[in-house]
Each structure stands twice: as structure tokens, then as C-alpha cells.
């Protein structure tokens, strides 16, 4: 109840013996709305018509005040599986109230002793092991039938139906706490007694919180003759300290006794009580002060009605929500339609605050457009002055780009083979002549390419080591031949000086000798003649020499 | 069912479908086609703003670049690198050049032109026409090939680069061919096979005018 004000506004149909009590419950107020009588004439209509307009159409919670009601307790439910144990449930509930339609379950809580400990026998394991329950059931009567006609009448939909002393037990609890406050332990036995506009006094007795007995009784109102209203309660709550004796109740037991009633009849009856307990009496509105609500202006405040209706009508949870076929059927399409509008208002909301904000996102995108294109006129202006005073310089800006940005590409790509020759010329000197030379730029003429052999590698890797970069685009092939008149010896020597100084002078190229003078070749047959006249010649000698150059283009 | 529920609940929930249908229709239908073309209008502008800003800023930094390439660039206009591959002048530049190398003879062979897309140059709408010319020359002296070699590359029209090169000594100077020498008789003591390629610029509507065909992108 701490937050009352996101408590539910309902229609509280409080049902007693004798007429349907009509509250309306914001979490403001509790506000009676009327009475009508069983017998009314046109009851069905009259209520129908009160809960459209005057109550608003709220959902509608129905509580039971009247005597028939009956409770079971100590029921307990055999150990069985959780998929089992709701169709035990309702097949004890039909055992235990076969000719009442609406029935419902309460789960008891135990304490700790009450549950087997281990090591105890079987059978008696087997009797408390189980959960406790209280069961209730109420007679399909005239009043509920007539009560449940006008609802389906109404159109409302309905919040439950409920027994008043069932749901008034966590009140009672609520009020015995608060009383207690800090200065004491709240008593073991709280006794509530409330006289309702009917003239039935509801008395809720609650032990450890948990309802341990109810009794509603008739009492004349206190008519100005407060002693014999406090007779008649003094006498029905001895009457109740009597049966509770049969629950266990002692003489001596700390009690908490709770009366709803105007001060001057408080007064007769405190008079009478001589049992020990914590005697408290409030108004209504006292009480539900103490219980943290408001239940606004009533006629009379010694009446307990509006407080119950106040209590049970924001309650989001109830104790005991009692299975009700008839309203059910009433109620589960009213709820599903309500669960329906839920979802499309929920859908709604959604698919309005998306249209919202892609609207708004939209009209963004579309206010930044025209600023874009605002600052692309100005770019463009800027862009369209550079180029014009490029224009004006006479060329064009691309072309420009395109012709120097290609020529420089095409030099770079470009073999030099007049210093590639000229560095070749150095490397021979003055001695040494070629018969034909040949330079290949390997982009155009891969065909061309010789093949690599080991000792090309073997340099490659050794220039690597050095930290050269050795290229292979432009592949020189030197063809040499040396005169008869000097020695195998003396051609092979300078051929290899030769390597050297080339190698020297092209640091980045590969120089090998392919061919070097005289040199064996296993490779080929080897043929010629020798005789009168015939001597060795120049070819056989073997005098020629092939000197290969791979390298960069220039 | 209707009993149960009431003509009011149903009114709602047909209300409220109704309006779910029509804030979904506008929503999917109208409001995010809608947001996505003025994303993508959106998108396509700062793209264009960038591109302008971006080329503006370089014109502006190339601006004092381009005036000192501008004499490079005049000089590749003047050398012919932009513009078609004149078959004529070819002619009349290489027997300039065989002329002033001194070179006995120069056999040529202009091969077709190629166009080809360059990378560099596709900006300005530029694509670059390669020709092949093979050449053999008969000369007295190597040193004249060499002459006419760097002539080839440094005199003549547009771009060219020697992609292969062989020289091969014929004769010996010897008492023989200096007699014929002396006697004015041309001996040819080395002859040279050349192989170039000839590069010019020149704009993809000149290139189409004079039917030359366009081939996949060089790598140079």
C-alpha cells in the first residue's frame, strides 16, 4: 500500500446477506456508492447501471461478506509432482466442497516443526509431509447469481472474486504490526471486529498473520445507545475467544485486539473487556491512516466496510482468488479483449512514436540537406574559381597532370641502354673487342630471358647480402672471340678480369660468364680432324667467350 | 462473444487496429522510403562537398606546381608527346636522325598503332598510343649506332624506348676494308637490329576518329 497512488481504480461490489454494497476505490478514496437490496426490483439493471455511471465502468472486484462461506483448514495435499499437484488440488477442493461452485485454495504456511524431520516413520512422514491448505467454498446463491448478471451486464471487467475475511487477514496483520511499532512484539493472536453499514459484525482473528478464524454476527447499530452495542460485542467477542480455545488459543496468550468504532462507543466497550490483550480502537479512517491509505469522508466512521473495501479494491495481489466458473467465463474474454486493446495500444504507442521520430528524422535529414546543399554552392563556386583561374592559364589542369604524370611513368619504365653500353665500353677497356652484343628488355621480350643457373643465384645472393637490390628487367648478352695468337689461359684470365671489372662497374646487376674460353663442355659431342695440312682451327681452339649481364633498367 | 466483450471493447480494438494499420502503412510505406532517399540524397552531397572541397584545396596547392611544370608540359607538346603518331614525320625524323648519326643505312618498320588504357592518364580522358618500329642499321663505326640510338630516344616524336637492342660486328678493320674505305666505297663493318616503342598521349575521341583499337590497360 506504500504506493498508493499507483494503486488500481476499482468498483468494489461488497456482497452481503442482505444487499450488494457498491463502493468505488481510487487511491484517493473509498466512496460508497449505494446499497441495493436483494429483492430489488430490477436489481440486475439498477446495479448494471451504477457500475457504467457511477462507478466509471472500473474493473470490478467482488467480495464476499456473507455468511455463507465455509472454510476447511488443515488440508493437506499428498507429496506429489508440480505437473500433478494442481489436479490433486482441485480434485480435494470438489471432494471437500462438492455442491459449491466456486472454490478456492490457500496455502498455509508452516513452521519448521511441523514439517517431518528426518528419520521419523513412514506414516507419520507421510501425514505432514505434504502442504497445509485452507480450502474455501461458497454456494452459487441467489445474491452471487443476480451479482454476476449485472457485472456481464455491465460490460466491466472484473478484478476477482474474493472472501472479505481471507483478504482482510493481511490487514489485520498490517494493523497488529503497526500498533506493536517498536515497542513490542506484535501479538501471536490478533482479533479484528468491524461492524459494516449491514449491521453485521465481521469479526477476522489472524494467528501469526495467517487467518485463524472469522465469524460474522448481527448487532443493532450503536443508535445513540453506545453500552448495549458494547454488551452485544462484548458478548459476540467472548463468544469468539470461546471457539478459539478449540484452535489453541490460552487464556493468557499476548492478543491484539482491533476494533473499528466511533470513540463513544469505543469507550462503552473498553469498559467491558476484561480478558488481557492489547485493546485498539480507531474510526475507519483512523485505521486506514495507520495502514498508510486514505479512504476519504465517510458518513460514519464506525462503520468498517469502506476500510475492507479500500484494502481489498488496491490490492494487485489477492490472497486467495476463489475459482469462480461462472465469472470466468464472463471474465476471460473481457480479459483477453483487454489484453488485445493492451497490445494495440502498446503497438500503437510504438508504431506512433517510430513515425514520430522517422518524421523528425526525416525532417532533419531534409533540413541538413538544404544546408548541404547550401555549403555545396559555395564549395562549388570556390571550385568553379579555381578552375577558371586555371583555365585562364591557359592549359588544362588534367591534361596537364595526365602528360607529365605519364611521361614520368613511361621514363621510368624507360631501359637506358646507351649508359647500360657506355658502362659495358668502360668495362672493356681498350684490349678487348665483341662481336655482337644484344640487350633485351625483358617487359617485351620475356622469350628472350635465359635461363637462371646456380651461379646467378649464388651472386644474387651474395649482392642481397650486401644490401643491393638486384632487378632483373634488362638482360646483356656479350659474344667475344680472342685471336689464335694468345693461349686458352691467357683468354680465360681476361675474360674473368673482365667479370670482374663489369661487376665492379654494374654493382646492381647479375655479370656470370656463360661461356668462358676453351672451356670443357660435356654436354656436346666433340669432333675434328687432324693430319697433313690440317691443324686445329679457330672454332676448335675454342676461343670464344659469352659473358651474360641481368640488371635493372637503368 | 460480442455479448461478452461489448460493442465498446470491440469498437476499441477495431480503432485501435485500424490506426496501427494506417501509423504501419505510413511508418513502412511513406515516412522510411522517404528517410532512406534523403540518407542516400544526404550521402551523395557531403560525398560531392568532399570531393569538391578536397580537388578545390588541390588546385589551390598544385596551382604554383603547375606553373613550374608548365615549361615541362610545353615541352612535351612541343616534342609531340600529345597528339597522334604522324607516319610521315616519323619518316622524315628517322632520316634526319640516320642522316645526322651518320649511320650507313636504317631499314624501318612502322608497325599499327595500339591504344591502350593508362592509369594516369584516364582522368583527362587520355589514352596512349603505342607503335613498334623495328629497325636495322649498317654502320662503319658502332659509335654511330650508338648516336643513332640516342637519337631515336632524345629527337624524335613523342616517347621512345628501345625494348630490344643487337649489334654485331660483320668485318675486322683490316688493310682490305680500310682500302675500301679510302676509295669511298660504304663497308658496312657493324650492323644493328632495333626494336622501339613509340608512345603519344592523345584524347579517346581522337583515338576513335582514327580507328585505332583499345586494348586492356598497360601495365608500362
Given at each position: 500500500?506504500?504506493?498508493?497512488?499507483?494503486?488500481?481504480n476499482r468498483t468494489v461490489l461488497l456482497?452481503a446477506?442482505?444487499a450488494l454494497f457498491i463502493y468505488s476505490v481510487t487511491?484517493?478514496a473509498a466512496r460508497f456508492i449505494d446499497a441495493v437490496?436483494?429483492?430489488?426490483?430490477?436489481?440486475?439493471?439498477t446495479v448494471e447501471l451504477l457500475l457504467r455511471k457511477e462507478c466509471g465502468g472500473k474493473?470490478v472486484l467482488?467480495l464476499?461478506?456473507?455468511?455463507?462461506?465455509?472454510?476447511?483448514?488443515?488440508?493437506?495435499?499428498?507429496?506429489?509432482?508440480?505437473?500433478?499437484?494442481?489436479?490433486?488440488?482441485?480434485?480435494?477442493?470438489?471432494?471437500?466442497?462438492?455442491?459449491?461452485?466456486?472454490?478456492?485454495?490457500?496455502?498455509?504456511?508452516?513452521?519448521?516443526?511441523?514439517?517431518?524431520?528426518?528419520?521419523?516413520?513412514?506414516?507419520?512422514?507421510?501425514?505432514?509431509?505434504?502442504?497445509?491448505?485452507?480450502?474455501?467454498?461458497?454456494?452459487?446463491?441467489?445474491?452471487?447469481?443476480?451479482?454476476?448478471?449485472a457485472?456481464?451486464?455491465s460490460?466491466v471487467?472484473?478484478?476477482?472474486?474474493?472472501?472479505?475475511?481471507?483478504?482482510?487477514?493481511?490487514?489485520?496483520?498490517?494493523?497488529?504490526?503497526?500498533?506493536?511499532?517498536?515497542?513490542?512484539?506484535?501479538?501471536?493472536?490478533?482479533?479484528?471486529?468491524?461492524?459494516?453499514q449491514?449491521?453485521?459484525?465481521?469479526?477476522?482473528?489472524?494467528?501469526?498473520?495467517?487467518?485463524?478464524?472469522?465469524?460474522?454476527?448481527?448487532?443493532?447499530?450503536?443508535?445513540?445507545?453506545?453500552?448495549?452495542?458494547?454488551?452485544?460485542?462484548?458478548?459476540?467477542?467472548?463468544?469468539?475467544?470461546?471457539?478459539?480455545?478449540?484452535?489453541?488459543?490460552?487464556?493468557?496468550?499476548?492478543?491484539?485486539?482491533?476494533?473499528?468504532?466511533?470513540?463513544?462507543?469505543?469507550?462503552?466497550?473498553?469498559?467491558?473487556?476484561?480478558?488481557?490483550?492489547?485493546?485498539?480502537?480507531?474510526?475507519?479512517?483512523?485505521?486506514?491512516?495507520?495502514?498508510?491509505?486514505?479512504i476519504g469522508v465517510q458518513e460514519?466512521?464506525?462503520?468498517?466496510d469502506a476500510?475492507?473495501a479500500a484494502?481489498?479494491g488496491?490490492?494487485?495481489?489477492?490472497?486467495?482468488?476463489?475459482?469462480?466458473?461462472?465469472?470466468?467465463?464472463?471474465?476471460?474474454?473481457?480479459?483477453?479483449?483487454?489484453?488485445?486493446?493492451?497490445?494495440?495500444?502498446?503497438?500503437?504507442?510504438?508504431?506512433?512514436?517510430?513515425?514520430?521520430?522517422?518524421?523528425?528524422?526525416?525532417?532533419?535529414?531534409?533540413?541538413?540537406?538544404?544546408?548541404?546543399?547550401?555549403?555545396?554552392?559555395?564549395?562549388?563556386?570556390?571550385?568553379?574559381?579555381?578552375?577558371?583561374?586555371?583555365?585562364?592559364?591557359?592549359?588544362?589542369?588534367?591534361?596537364?597532370?595526365?602528360?607529365?604524370?605519364?611521361?614520368?611513368?613511361?621514363?621510368?619504365?624507360?631501359?637506358?641502354?646507351?649508359?647500360?653500353?657506355?658502362?659495358?665500353?668502360?668495362?672493356?677497356?681498350?684490349?678487348?673487342?665483341?662481336?655482337?652484343?644484344?640487350?633485351?628488355?625483358?617487359?617485351?621480350?620475356?622469350?628472350?630471358?635465359?635461363?637462371?643457373?646456380?651461379?646467378?643465384?649464388?651472386?644474387?645472393?651474395?649482392?642481397?647480402?650486401?644490401?643491393?637490390?638486384?632487378?632483373?628487367?634488362?638482360?646483356?648478352?656479350?659474344?667475344?672471340?680472342?685471336?689464335?695468337?694468345?693461349?686458352?689461359?691467357?683468354?680465360?684470365?681476361?675474360?674473368?678480369?673482365?667479370?670482374?671489372?663489369?661487376?665492379?662497374?654494374?654493382?646492381?646487376?647479375?655479370?656470370?660468364?656463360?661461356?668462358?674460353?676453351?672451356?670443357?663442355?660435356?654436354?656436346?659431342?666433340?669432333?675434328?680432324?687432324?693430319?697433313?695440312?690440317?691443324?686445329?682451327?679457330?672454332?676448335?681452339?675454342?676461343?670464344?667467350?659469352?659473358?651474360?649481364?641481368?640488371?635493372?633498367?637503368? | 462473444?460480442?455479448?461478452?466483450?461489448?460493442?465498446?471493447?470491440?469498437?476499441?480494438?477495431?480503432?485501435?487496429?485500424?490506426?496501427?494499420?494506417?501509423?504501419?502503412?505510413?511508418?513502412?510505406?511513406?515516412?522510411?522510403?522517404?528517410?532512406?532517399?534523403?540518407?542516400?540524397?544526404?550521402?551523395?552531397?557531403?560525398?560531392?562537398?568532399?570531393?569538391?572541397?578536397?580537388?578545390?584545396?588541390?588546385?589551390?596547392?598544385?596551382?604554383?606546381?603547375?606553373?613550374?611544370?608548365?615549361?615541362?608540359?610545353?615541352?612535351?607538346?612541343?616534342?609531340?608527346?600529345?597528339?597522334?603518331?604522324?607516319?610521315?614525320?616519323?619518316?622524315?625524323?628517322?632520316?634526319?636522325?640516320?642522316?645526322?648519326?651518320?649511320?650507313?643505312?636504317?631499314?624501318?618498320?612502322?608497325?599499327?598503332?595500339?591504344?591502350?588504357?593508362?592509369?594516369?592518364?584516364?582522368?583527362?580522358?587520355?589514352?596512349?598510343?603505342?607503335?613498334?618500329?623495328?629497325?636495322?642499321?649498317?654502320?662503319?663505326?658502332?659509335?654511330?649506332?650508338?648516336?643513332?640510338?640516342?637519337?631515336?630516344?632524345?629527337?624524335?616524336?613523342?616517347?621512345?624506348?628501345?625494348?630490344?637492342?643487337?649489334?654485331?660486328?660483320?668485318?675486322?678493320?683490316?688493310?682490305?676494308?680500310?682500302?675500301?674505305?679510302?676509295?669511298?666505297?660504304?663497308?658496312?663493318?657493324?650492323?644493328?637490329?632495333?626494336?622501339?616503342?613509340?608512345?603519344?598521349?592523345?584524347?579517346?575521341?581522337?583515338?576513335?576518329?582514327?580507328?585505332?583499337?583499345?586494348?586492356?590497360?598497360?601495365?608500362?
Amino acid at each position: 500500500m506504500a504506493l498508493a497512488l499507483m494503486s488500481p481504480n476499482r468498483t468494489v461490489l461488497l456482497i452481503a446477506d442482505d444487499a450488494l454494497f457498491i463502493y468505488s476505490v481510487t487511491a484517493r478514496a473509498a466512496r460508497f456508492i449505494d446499497a441495493v437490496a436483494w429483492g430489488a426490483d430490477d436489481f440486475v439493471r439498477t446495479v448494471e447501471l451504477l457500475l457504467r455511471k457511477e462507478c466509471g465502468g472500473k474493473p470490478v472486484l467482488i467480495l464476499n461478506d456473507m455468511t455463507d462461506q465455509y472454510f476447511k483448514g488443515g488440508q493437506r495435499l499428498p507429496n506429489v509432482g508440480m505437473m500433478d499437484k494442481q489436479g490433486v488440488l482441485k480434485r480435494k477442493l470438489q471432494v471437500a466442497f462438492p455442491n459449491y461452485p466456486i472454490r478456492g485454495a490457500l496455502q498455509i504456511k508452516q513452521k519448521k516443526g511441523e514439517r517431518p524431520a528426518p528419520g521419523t516413520d513412514k506414516a507419520a512422514s507421510a501425514r505432514v509431509a505434504g502442504d497445509l491448505y485452507l480450502f474455501a467454498g461458497v454456494p452459487m446463491a441467489e445474491p452471487l447469481v443476480k451479482t454476476f448478471e449485472a457485472v456481464k451486464a455491465s460490460m466491466v471487467a472484473v478484478a476477482g472474486f474474493t472472501l472479505l475475511p481471507v483478504e482482510a487477514s493481511d490487514m489485520v496483520r498490517a494493523l497488529s504490526v503497526k500498533l506493536a511499532a517498536k515497542e513490542r512484539r506484535p501479538s501471536e493472536w490478533a482479533i479484528f471486529i468491524g461492524q459494516h453499514q449491514s449491521g453485521a459484525l465481521r469479526q477476522v482473528v489472524t494467528r501469526n498473520g495467517q487467518l485463524a478464524m472469522t465469524r460474522i454476527t448481527g448487532v443493532a447499530a450503536p443508535d445513540g445507545d453506545y453500552n448495549a452495542w458494547a454488551m452485544d460485542v462484548y458478548q459476540e467477542f467472548k463468544a469468539t475467544l470461546g471457539y478459539l480455545s478449540r484452535y489453541g488459543y490460552g487464556g493468557d496468550d499476548t492478543t491484539d485486539l482491533m476494533v473499528v468504532a466511533t470513540p463513544e462507543a469505543s469507550d462503552a466497550l473498553e469498559r467491558l473487556v476484561d480478558v488481557p490483550c492489547h485493546y485498539t480502537s480507531f474510526t475507519a479512517n483512523e485505521a486506514a491512516r495507520l495502514l498508510g491509505m486514505t479512504i476519504g469522508v465517510q458518513e460514519n466512521a464506525g462503520f468498517a466496510d469502506a476500510l475492507h473495501a479500500a484494502w481489498c479494491g488496491r490490492k494487485s495481489k489477492f490472497i486467495l482468488k476463489m475459482d469462480a466458473a461462472e465469472l470466468t467465463r464472463i471474465h476471460q474474454p473481457r480479459q483477453a479483449a483487454a489484453a488485445v486493446i493492451f497490445m494495440l495500444l502498446a503497438g500503437t504507442a510504438y508504431l506512433a512514436w517510430d513515425t514520430a521520430s522517422g518524421m523528425q528524422s526525416m525532417l532533419a535529414a531534409q533540413s541538413e540537406i538544404s544546408e548541404q546543399k547550401r555549403i555545396l554552392g559555395q564549395v562549388q563556386a570556390e571550385y568553379d574559381q579555381e578552375v577558371k583561374r586555371l583555365e585562364e592559364m591557359g592549359f588544362d589542369v588534367k591534361l596537364i597532370q595526365a602528360g607529365l604524370n605519364t611521361f614520368q611513368s613511361l621514363e621510368t619504365a624507360r631501359m637506358d641502354v646507351v649508359t647500360l653500353l657506355k658502362k659495358i665500353s668502360d668495362g672493356l677497356g681498350n684490349e678487348l673487342r665483341i662481336d655482337k652484343i644484344t640487350v633485351n628488355d625483358l617487359a617485351y621480350n620475356q622469350a628472350k630471358q635465359s635461363a637462371v643457373d646456380l651461379t646467378r643465384l649464388r651472386d644474387a645472393a651474395v649482392a642481397a647480402a650486401n644490401g643491393q637490390e638486384l632487378q632483373s628487367n634488362v638482360e646483356t648478352t656479350i659474344h667475344m672471340s680472342f685471336p689464335q695468337t694468345i693461349t686458352p689461359e691467357e683468354g680465360r684470365k681476361q675474360i674473368d678480369d673482365l667479370e670482374r671489372r663489369l661487376k665492379s662497374i654494374l654493382p646492381t646487376s647479375i655479370v656470370w660468364i656463360e661461356k668462358n674460353v676453351g672451356s670443357k663442355d660435356y654436354t656436346e659431342t666433340t669432333s675434328g680432324e687432324v693430319g697433313a695440312n690440317k691443324s686445329l682451327t679457330a672454332e676448335e681452339l675454342d676461343m670464344k667467350a659469352e659473358i651474360r649481364i641481368t640488371g635493372p633498367l637503368s | 462473444m460480442i455479448k461478452l466483450i461489448g460493442a465498446k471493447r470491440l469498437m476499441i480494438i477495431l480503432v485501435l487496429a485500424g490506426l496501427c494499420a494506417v501509423l504501419a502503412g505510413v511508418s513502412f510505406g511513406l515516412i522510411k522510403p522517404e528517410q532512406d532517399a534523403a540518407k542516400r540524397q544526404l550521402s551523395a552531397l557531403k560525398s560531392d562537398i568532399s570531393f569538391k572541397t578536397t580537388e578545390t584545396a588541390r588546385f589551390r596547392q598544385e596551382m604554383a606546381e603547375i606553373q613550374s611544370e608548365k615549361n615541362t608540359f610545353q615541352s612535351l607538346q612541343s616534342v609531340g608527346f600529345l597528339g597522334e603518331q604522324s607516319r610521315l614525320e616519323a619518316r622524315k625524323r628517322i632520316e634526319a636522325i640516320q642522316s645526322y648519326s651518320r649511320v650507313l643505312s636504317a631499314r624501318y618498320n612502322i608497325g599499327p598503332g595500339v591504344i591502350s588504357n593508362v592509369e594516369t592518364a584516364t582522368e583527362a580522358d587520355q589514352v596512349l598510343m603505342t607503335t613498334e618500329i623495328k629497325i636495322d642499321l649498317d654502320a662503319l663505326d658502332d659509335a654511330d649506332v650508338y648516336k643513332f640510338i640516342s637519337l631515336m630516344e632524345n629527337a624524335f616524336i613523342g616517347h621512345v624506348s628501345v625494348t630490344s637492342f643487337e649489334l654485331q660486328r660483320v668485318l675486322d678493320l683490316n688493310e682490305v676494308t680500310l682500302r675500301q674505305i679510302g676509295s669511298g666505297i660504304p663497308a658496312v663493318l657493324v650492323k644493328a637490329k632495333l626494336v622501339l616503342n613509340w608512345k603519344t598521349l592523345l584524347s579517346r575521341q581522337q583515338a576513335a576518329l582514327i580507328g585505332a583499337g583499345t586494348v586492356a590497360a598497360e601495365g608500362m
